[in-house]
């Protein structure tokens, strides 16, 4: 059987539609060995790596699925290194929290900037400059705390 150029855009259409790894490699395997295709035929083809259409023969062969594990790759979060970094900003900002004055939300406000609590932390918790984060990840951190930090809106007198 021939692959008209329809059916080569079909079948590569089809193999991108497959949520995972594993089943998208059984779907590539199946079809080299439905068309009788190498893995350069395939490469040229559908424009399949061959690093994955190998290990997906190799799959089908030993009836084993390798996983992919995409959440374990990528840069470690700052508590990773610091186990007590959110600890101890919790306790620098304890005591520069406000409540929102019109008690609408039950959002905590911080009085005090990022730079400000990367600067205690190395003040008062015995930190090195080089070994904590940036000031944007200290602003992502406390936003994650459930801190804002924005300035606490005083209370206007409404408008008649």
Known sequence: MSLTP??????????????????????????LETFRLSQREAQQRFGWARNTLRKALQESRTGIACLDAFRLRGRKPAEFHLPRLLDDIRDVVKDHVQADPTF??????????AAQVRRQLIARKGYAHEELPSIETITNKLNGLGFRLRKVAKCRPQKK
């Open 6 to 31: 329809a059916m080569c855009a079909f079948i590569r259409q089809t193999a991108r539609s497959f949520p995972t790894g594993v089943a998208r490699r059984r779907y590539m395997a199946q079809t």
């Open 104 to 113: 609408q939300t039950t959002r905590l406000y911080c009085r005090l900037t």
